[in-house]
């Protein structure tokens, strides 16, 4: 996990670190542009708009589907990307053009993805009629906070299926992990872990160990 700060230029840095292959999924916080989204609802983003391009999230309704199985509410919809938070008029002219929340980092990363699997999602922490600089954005950013942490098991099993046909993950059995041969060590890295586990089993020839790490909590980005 790549904990990237605040604005567009961190956004760029932290999308220079990015792996050449795998899943990516940017989480955070953000702000909604109209009123269909409150705080603590969770918008997936099915196309990042940022300086002039449109970033598309093939996606977006499968992992809005996955959230509200999961009891979390979450809505998919366009995401802009801008460089300095976004007020008034501007926020209703964004609204207008049918974005649904902003942020200040997604667009470098989405672009950064290319054609890999990518996510973004945003927990909502300020709305048109709680603006982010008021007192009661703090009661807001409490229950985003607290939204954000249930996010992690279900983007962690969205990245491991991402290159599979589409079901929905309820319905999906338990996945088996093979051992490439006896005496060799597999590690299944995830992100923002806690710890190793190690799991040891038998073998006729000799021990086989495969370590696990175990995912707790996903924090802002």
């Known amino acids: 996990m790549i904990r990237i700060g605040m604005g567009p230029g961190r956004a760029a840095s932290a999308a220079a670190l990015l792996p050449s292959t795998?899943?990516?999924?940017?989480?955070?916080f953000g702000g909604a542009l109209g009123g269909c989204l409150r705080p603590g609802d969770v918008l997936v983003a099915s196309e990042v708009r940022f300086e002039g391009r449109v970033l598309p999230c093939s996606s977006a309704r499968f992992l809005a589907e996955e959230l509200a199985r999961a009891g979390l509410p979450a809505r998919s919809?366009?995401?802009?990307?801008?460089?300095?938070?976004?007020?008034?008029?501007?926020?209703?002219?964004?609204?207008?053009?049918g974005a649904l929340a902003v942020d200040m980092e997604t667009g470098p990363l989405a672009g950064a993805a290319a054609d890999r699997p990518f996510a973004a999602l945003r927990v909502i922490v300020d709305t048109p009629a709680v603006p982010l600089i008021r007192p009661a954005t703090i009661r807001g950013g409490i229950t985003a906070y607290r939204t954000l942490r249930r996010l992690?098991?279900?983007?962690?099993?969205?990245?491991?299926?991402?290159?599979?046909?589409?079901?929905?993950l309820t319905e999906r059995p338990p996945p088996t992990h093979r051992m490439p041969h006896p005496d060799v060590e597999k590690t299944i890295r995830m992100p923002q872990t806690h710890g190793e586990k190690t799991i040891r089993m038998p073998s006729t020839h000799g021990?086989?160990?495969?370590?696990?790490?175990s995912l707790k909590e996903v924090q802002s980005i």
Do not use: K, N, Q
């Open 77 to 97: 919809g366009p995401l802009v990307t801008s460089g300095h938070i976004v007020t008034g008029a501007e926020r209703r002219r964004l609204a207008r053009e």
């Open 22 to 28: 795998g899943a990516v999924a940017v989480v955070g």
């Open 152 to 168: 992690g098991p279900i983007l962690a099993r969205w990245a491991a299926t991402t290159d599979l046909p589409y079901v929905p």
């Open 207 to 213: 021990e086989e160990t495969s370590r696990f790490t």
